[in-house]
T-cell receptor, first 115, second 112 residues
Framework: GAVVSQHPSRVICKSGTSVKIECRSL??????MFWYRQFPKQSLMLMAT?????????EQGVEKDKFLINHASLTLSTLTVTSAHPEDSSFYIC???????????FGPGTRLLVL | KQEVTQIPAALSVPEGENLVLNCSFT??????LQWFRQDPGKGLTSLLL?????REQTSGRLNASLDKSSGRSTLYIAASQPGDSATYLC???????????FGAGTILRVKS
């Protein structure tokens, strides 16, 4: 089956630093990748949609300059949390979609803790 | 704006019991509906996907139904097992769209 990986699985950083999270589709090419954020006991909230080779589309209320997304290839998307603050601590999950209208395959998530 | 609601928020049942999880959505113009399972601190596993033209899907002990006109879906789990303990999420994609809109989930605990 389709597998999506995320790296790192867990990261702890100091306030003010930047953190990069990678999302890879291992056995398929993904025209579209999605980034979600999940706070404790809450559901997933879509942050942005990225298509390979083009700028990401951000959801309302998500700061594009704070959450930089790069979709450099059909198998890799990165999310960089710039100048992280404690309120950015969350569970970040990506998903990858092989084609328009197809199912999304989810990564295992990355737990970010900003001290 | 599409809103997805799941009831109950939490459920605790003894092993072997059959159970039903409920999902409702406000905009019936959906492309499909999916049920996911999420274990603590983990990503999502897709359980069942129902296209808007379908009424139900079955996989093993799981059966999901969809009533698009009334904006409702149910996930039926037969003969529940402790290994079924997880959070179950319902999500919809609107017609001509890509974006999944999730409900808050139902936390299920099956006691042995």
């Amino acid at each position: 089956g389709a597998v999506v990986s995320q790296h790192p699985s867990r990261v702890i950083c100091k306030s003010g630093t930047s953190v990069k999270i990678e999302c890879r589709s291992l056995d398929f090419q993904a025209t579209t990748m999605f980034w979600y954020r999940q706070f404790p006991k809450q559901s997933l909230m879509l942050m942005a949609t990225s298509n390979e080779g083009s700028k990401a589309t951000y959801e309302q209320g998500v700061e594009k300059d704070k959450f930089l997304i790069n979709h450099a290839s059909l198998t890799l998307s990165t999310l960089t949390v710039t100048s992280a603050h404690p309120e950015d601590s969350s569970f970040y999950i990506c998903s990858a979609q092989p084609g328009q209208g197809e199912t999304q395959y989810f990564g295992p998530g990355t737990r970010l803790l900003v001290l | 704006k599409q809103e997805v609601t799941q009831i109950p928020a939490a459920l605790s049942v003894p092993e072997g019991e059959n159970l039903v999880l409920n999902c409702s959505f406000t905009d019936s113009a959906i492309y499909n509906l999916q049920w996911f399972r999420q274990d603590p601190g983990k990503g999502l596993t897709s359980l069942l996907l129902i296209q808007s033209s379908q009424r139900e899907q079955t996989s093993g002990r799981l059966n999901a139904s969809l009533d698009k006109s009334s904006g409702r879906s149910t996930l039926y789990i037969a003969a529940s097992q402790p290994g079924d303990s997880a959070t179950y999420l319902c999500a919809v994609i609107r017609e001509y769209g890509n974006k999944l809109v999730f409900g808050a989930g139902t936390i299920l605990r099956v006691k042995s």
